[in-house]
């Protein structure tokens, strides 16, 4: 296997799972990490979705975060 192939398959396993955690987030998720109680439209939550599985291990923190408080 090379370093190529090697790469191409993090990068894809980076993106799906990326996805998912940006699709539950998004579903689920956002609610409970805003601050304030705040309701968001579905082409606010399409918007916020690329964002979210880009960067999907900082989402994955806040909203662990964001369970542990009451």
Do not use: K
Not at 13 to 39: E, H, N
Not at 46 to 66: D, E, I, K, Q
Request: charged letters at 10%.
């Amino acid at each position: 296997m090379t370093l190529a192939m090697l790469l191409g398959y993090g990068l894809a396993t980076y993106a799906a799972v990326g996805v998912c955690t940006a699709l539950a987030f998004v579903t689920a998720g956002i609610d409970r990490v805003m601050a304030q109680p705040t309701s968001f439209t579905l082409p606010s939550r399409l918007l916020l979705l690329p964002g979210a599985a880009a960067l999907w291990p900082y989402v994955l923190v806040r909203w662990l975060n964001a369970r542990s408080r009451p």
